[in-house]
């Protein structure tokens, strides 16, 4: 089964709106972090936030912020005042046993894009 | 400045061609990681390094091998027996996390393309 699933292949928004990826889990563990990532055409990997299984509050980064809905198991990404440089590939991904050095498991990605 | 360099950035290989790809970082980070990229695709695990001699297989390690003899070089070979290698590899790391948060976020370099010629 999946562990990182994210439905929505591709985005649109307008220049300035607001947009939310899509991100479910599946795991058993008590202990996990949630991580987005950024991949833009050159193809490097960006990290934009991260979310641990018992932070109460939900993360925020600039125009970044995690809608964390432990019950449901989803880790929505919510860009605000999107701008025409946000036009990539977004990652989310997810380390279980939240120790550091577990390697980190991937969904297939959201590709959006940015409208003027 | 520290981070993780991946060379070359682009590479071709020939069939029956053994490859090497190469990964060093300046960031003193205990873990090191080989994941590929398929187009439309998330990344895969191949091979992860927790500390220098050690290293384990991940989802897809078939036809690919690794070393880790140092801690700043974790190079990845991809053999004539990997039948479909045309893909975006990317290497990545995290620090020692009985020094660094838990929380800390894999580092990536800016990644291979291998293609068949």
């Known amino acids: 089964a999946q562990k990182i699933t994210q439905t929505q292949p591709g985005m649109f928004v307008q220049e300035k709106e607001a947009v939310t990826l899509d991100c479910t889990y599946d795991?058993?563990?008590?202990?996990?972090?949630l991580f987005w990532y950024k991949q833009p055409s050159s193809g490097e990997m960006i990290f934009l936030i991260y979310q641990g299984s018992y932070d109460e509050q939900n993360a925020t980064e600039g125009r970044y912020s995690l809608n964390f809905q432990k019950a449901r198991k989803s880790a929505n990404l919510v860009i605000s005042a999107s701008q025409l440089g946000d036009s990539a590939m977004y990652f989310c991904a997810m380390r279980e046993r939240n120790s550091g050095n577990t390697p980190l498991v991937f969904g297939k990605g959201t590709r959006l894009s940015v409208i003027a | 400045d520290g981070g993780i360099t991946q060379s070359p950035k682009y590479l071709f290989r020939k069939e029956g061609q053994n490859v090497t790809l190469s990964c060093e970082q300046n960031?003193?980070?205990?873990?090191m990681y080989w994941y590929r990229q398929d187009p439309g695709q998330g990344l895969r695990l191949i091979y992860y390094s927790q500390i220098v001699n050690d290293f384990q297989k991940g989802d897809i390690a078939e036809g690919y091998s690794v070393s880790r003899e140092k801690k700043e070089s974790f190079p990845l070979t991809v053999t004539s027996a990997q039948k479909n290698p045309t893909a975006f590899y990317l290497c990545?790391?995290?620090?020692?996390?009985?020094?660094?948060?838990?929380?800390?976020?894999?580092?990536f370099g800016d990644g291979t393309r291998l293609s068949i010629l």
């Open positions: 795991t058993s563990d008590q202990s996990y972090g």
């Open positions: 960031l003193n980070h205990d873990a």
């Open positions: 990545a790391s995290t620090p020692n996390p009985a020094r660094d948060r838990e929380n800390q976020p894999q580092h």
